[in-house]
Structures are given as C-alpha cells and as structure tokens.
C-alpha cells in the first residue's frame, strides 16, 4: 500500500490571531492533476485519527496527498497554530480543537466558509447545527464525544449493588456509589470517582437543566450539582478534589487499576481503556457503560434519550488557502465528517460525529468491548449537548466558572457564595 502521507513539524510561537484573507470574488477553479493539502494536527505518537483520516481518503483519492503537520498537544496548539496563521504558514485544514475558541477563529477571518459542507452532511451528524454563527459554517464536526457512566462488573458483583440499566437519576448514582464503597469495603476503594474537570459537574448541570445558559448569567442551576459532589467527597464515596489534585491522579489509573467501581468519563475512554487492558496499563476486568445519570426521570430508561454533553472536535479550511486546492479541500471535509471517515475513526475505537449501525458494530466488534444491550444503547443513543456553547462571550465565562470550580471543590467557598460571585464577576468582567 502507497501511503501518501507526510508529516512535518510546527514550531510554537506567540502571536495574535490575524486576518487572512482567501482572495477574490470569483468561483476558483480546481486543480488539476495530483494535489497536496496539509492537514494540522498533534501528538501523532498517541492520537491515530489525523493519520487515519489522512490515509483513508488518499487511498480513496490517489491524486491527493494528505500532509500531516505536527502541533503540540493541549493548549499549546491553539498557541501554535495562531502563531503560523499570524505568519501565513498554517496548513490548508486545521482542527478547530476547542470549541470555546471557534468564534475567536471566525471573527478573525482565518477560516473559510464552508456552508456548503455543511449542507450535504447528514443532520444526524452530532454537533453540527451549533457550528452555524449567524447562519455561516466555518467548521464541521467530524467526532463528537459523548460523556458516559463506565462502571465495573465485577466490583458491583463484590458490593451486592445492581448494576447501573439506564433508569438513573443523579440521586440514585449517589446512593449507589455510598453502598459500593461500603459493600467493597477496601482501602483506597471507592464507590465512583470524579475528575478534578470543572466539565465534570457544569457540564452536566448546563446540558440536563432547562433553560440554563451561560450567557444568561445566572448559574444558581449549578447548586445542586455541586451539593452532591460535596456531600459525596464528604462521605468517603470518591476521593476529594484536593486529593485528586494534589495527587495528581489521573482516571485512567483510578478506573483502570480498580480502584473506582464507577466513573463518569467522555467515549474516548472506550478505545483507551480496550487498549490499555491490552497491554497491560490497565488490569483484566469486566467493565461496562451505561447512560449517564440524568437530573429526573423523565429523561431515563432505554425509551427515552438520555441528556448529556461533549462538545464536537471540528475541522476547517484556513482562509489563506491556494485558491486551487479548495474543492479538494472541502471533499476532504465531506470525506472526515462522512460516513467513510466515520467508518476509519470506528475501526480504531474513536467517536465519530456520524453515529450509524456500520459504527456501532466497528465499535462493539473491538475485542475487550462490553456486549450488552444497556452499553450498545449508552453508546448510540443520547442527546449531546455542548460543554462550549458556541459564543463571544463563551471563552471567558468559561475561564471564571472555572476559578469557581476549584473553590466549590476544594471547600474553600461555599457553593452559594461561590456562585454569587461568579455572577457578579461575569456581570462586570465580561461583555
């Protein structure tokens, strides 16, 4: 097999985000013979997906080759690639990798419209419609994680507790995870574990509450999220945030090790977890999925769509682009956020945005994947909301909520005062 994929690799620099613009008014015509477009991405070490998707339409498309360019991971890329977007050097196609940025992106002019893309996608396709701003696609989804409950069986087994069927409110999980940790009965054993991510309770508390909005500037709806996780690290059923962060525990090793019976964790894990138990990372254990506990009931049991968030990680044509390569440019888009780049993402455990029975099966056919009905529907059936709701204001609000988040957790404020000052400080800080 001829793989037409080259990688190099983009030096970070500091820099403000600068227009670019991508040339006249007239419909640019086409290249003709081979093409090369490059393609921005990071850590290609641990993170196949650019490589994949690269691969999979260069084989499709033998006339273009796919360049992989490689960024820092974390929140070095957006760093970087502002950087070489500031100095013209950005690649054709980049990954717009956190949402709370997109609008930063699109107000300065260094992506293209893609409208059309957008509109020959399937609607199925998560996160798609939020990418619209004032009527204008400049990113499609091309996977879009969804947060779960991973559970262990065997430990539920231990415990005499029944396993999570999707009927779960946020009260039940609680109960369960007080009577896992008591029925266990081990040291350092806990009924669930929580992630020191602000994401890991406000992600929630704004996708299962109606009419919550960050920009509304009222975030009483948080409360009795937060009232639970206390009450939760107060009685022993999960580490405590000062733990977790001055610890520096990472959920991989708490779930993977068995030190957790449950977890709340994005779908990533799935194909991390298989491959971790693979090689021994993570110990031999029969593990499993289950619907995210919803705020009341009228959102659980497998007849209804369990409510929860993940924000879409999306690509777009940098504006700057050689006017030839744009066509080849958006077909790449059409390929990564379609059904054949979903079916490539599929086959090595990675959520696509486009979830269909072909995913579904490449998912559940990964050896080490729970079979059962409750973690195949968990997996396939969900309303995904956005942790980012796409915004001017998104990226700030957000900065504040977190500072919020680590004084709630680590009881240093109380949730209602904690609350109210985030209010004030939104009401005065932002806008």
């Not at 613009?21 to 640019?28: I, L």
């Not at 204008?136 to 262990?152: F, G, K």
């Not at 973690?375 to 396939?380: D, E, K």
Request: proline residues 5%; charged residues 20%; aromatic residues 8%.
């Amino acid at each position: 097999m001829n793989r037409k994929i080259m990688s190099v690799v983009g030096v970070a620099a500091t820099a403000s985000l600068a227009l670019t613009g991508c040339g006249g008014e007239a419909e640019p015509e086409a290249a003709e013979g081979p093409v090369t477009i490059s393609l921005a991405g990071w850590d290609f070490a641990s993170t196949p997906e650019f490589e994949t998707l690269a691969e999979a339409y260069s084989e499709a498309n033998p006339d273009v080759t796919v360049e992989l360019k490689e960024y820092p991971a974390g929140d070095d890329y957006d760093t970087a690639l502002t950087a070489d977007l500031s100095a013209g050097a950005a690649p054709d196609v980049f990954i717009v990798k956190n949402l709370k940025n997109y609008v930063t992106f699109t107000e300065g002019g260094t992506l293209l419209d893609i409208s059309d893309v957008a509109a020959e996608l399937d609607p199925a396709t998560g996160g798609l419609e939020p990418m619209a701003v004032d009527g204008v696609t400049y990113a499609v989804p091309y996977r879009q994680d969804s947060w779960l409950l991973y559970y262990n069986k065997e430990l539920f087994e231990k415990a005499g507790v029944d396993l999570p069927d999707g009927s779960w409110t946020w009260d039940d999980y609680a109960a369960a995870a007080e009577e896992l940790t008591q029925g266990i009965d081990e040291k350092q054993v806990t009924g669930t574990y929580l992630h020191s991510w602000q994401s890991t309770v406000q992600g929630f508390a704004l996708a299962q509450t109606e009419g919550a909005a960050l920009d509304a500037g009222d975030f009483s709806f948080l409360a009795p999220y937060y009232e639970r996780e206390l009450a939760l690290q107060e009685n022993g059923s999960q580490p405590s945030y000062a733990t977790v962060t001055t610890n520096e525990l990472t959920y991989q090793a708490q779930f993977g090790t068995q030190k957790a019976a449950m977890m709340p964790m994005g779908s990533w894990y799935i194909g991390t977890l298989v491959a971790e138990q693979e090689s021994g990372a993570a110990e031999k254990f029969e593990w499993g999925i289950a619907p995210i506990p919803q705020l009341d009931a009228s959102t659980t049991g497998t007849e209804s769509t369990p409510v929860t968030f993940g924000d879409p990680t999306t690509m777009g044509i940098n504006a700057g682009i050689d006017e030839s390569k744009i066509e080849t440019a958006k077909d790449f888009l059409r390929f990564a956020a379609g059904p054949e780049g979903a079916a490539a993402l599929a086959e090595i455990g990675i959520t696509p945005a486009l979830i269909d029975d072909a995913v579904a099966d490449a998912i559940f056919s990964l050896e080490g994947v729970p079979q059962d009905d409750v973690s195949r529907f968990a997996y396939t059936t969900h309303e995904t909301l956005p942790e980012n709701p796409v915004g001017q204001n998104t990226a700030s609000i957000q900065t504040i909520l977190g500072e919020m988040h680590s004084a709630v957790m680590s009881e240093s404020t109380p949730v209602d005062e904690a609350i109210t000052e985030a209010e004030e400080r939104v009401a005065n800080e932002v806008g």
